[in-house]
């Protein structure tokens, strides 16, 4: 079987880093920064890297394993940095990591951490292939090994709940 993907890129060439203060407008009842937003800002970043990538429109197929570590409170300076783990035919598993910065200390608080599928599409939203990613380092290197055991683990999820879907009408079940 002939590889459709022409090119390469390394992970380095597309990590991305975002960095955002959190306001009172993004906060919960507690003060401290709603789940919700955290997911967007989490998506947006690793959006970022996909995009940096397959130099593609991409969507989310999905999230997975999304760890809320520690609350982030109002003013906190939070930062994202997200790299591609791994990419496969049409999708790539982006890794990205929260991280509260403490301009003082100049230390780090990890916060969150999740695992996003994003899908090269082109205009009409059709799969489309995209590069392969190459690991340089060593962290790089057992992150795409992970990936590559998350996928298999997430692709009989997938068909799972394709099958649920199919069997369930529409509407609400109870
Ligand atoms: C994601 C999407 C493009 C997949 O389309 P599809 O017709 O199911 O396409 P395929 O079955 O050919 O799958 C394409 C790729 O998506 C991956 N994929 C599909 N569903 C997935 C899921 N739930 N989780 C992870 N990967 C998934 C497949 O593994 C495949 O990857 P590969 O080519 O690297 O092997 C389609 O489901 C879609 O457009 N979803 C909506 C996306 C969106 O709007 N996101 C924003 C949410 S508000």
């Given at each position: 079987?002939?590889?459709?993907?022409v090119?390469?890129?390394?992970?380095?060439?597309?990590?991305?880093?975002?960095?955002?203060i959190?306001?009172?407008?993004?906060s919960?009842a507690?003060?401290?920064?709603?789940?919700?937003?955290?997911?967007?800002f989490?998506?947006?970043?690793?959006?970022?890297?996909?995009?940096?990538?397959?130099?593609?429109?991409?969507?989310?197929?999905?999230?997975?394993h999304l760890?809320?570590?520690?609350?982030?409170?109002?003013g906190?300076?939070?930062?994202?940095?997200?790299?591609?783990?791994?990419?496969?035919r049409?999708?790539?598993?982006?890794?990205?990591?929260?991280?509260?910065?403490?301009?003082?200390g100049?230390?780090?608080r990890?916060?969150s951490?999740?695992?996003?599928?994003?899908?090269?599409?082109?205009r009409?939203?059709?799969p489309?292939?995209?590069?392969?990613?190459?690991?340089e380092?060593?962290?790089?290197?057992?992150?795409?090994?992970?990936?590559?055991?998350?996928?298999e683990?997430?692709?009989e999820?997938?068909?799972?709940?394709?099958?649920s879907r199919?069997?369930?009408?529409t509407?609400?079940?109870?």
């Open positions: 079987m002939t590889d459709e993907r090119v390469s890129r390394t992970v380095a060439q597309s990590q991305a880093e975002r960095s955002e959190i306001f009172p407008a993004d919960n507690l003060g401290n920064l709603f789940g919700g937003r955290l997911m967007q989490i998506d947006l970043a690793g959006a970022v890297a996909a995009v940096r990538h397959c130099r593609a429109i991409v969507v989310t197929a999905s999230m997975d760890d809320f570590v520690a609350p982030v409170h109002v906190d300076l939070l930062i994202l940095k997200a790299s591609v783990n791994r990419a496969f049409t999708s790539m598993e982006v890794g990205v990591r929260a991280m509260v910065e403490d301009a003082r100049q230390t780090l990890h916060v951490s999740a695992y996003v599928t994003y899908v090269a599409v082109d009409e939203g059709k489309m292939p995209v590069p392969c990613a190459i690991a380092t060593q962290h790089q290197k057992r992150r795409f090994a992970d990936a590559g055991r998350r996928r683990m997430r692709s999820e997938t068909h799972r709940a394709r099958e199919a069997a369930l009408e509407g609400w079940h109870v």
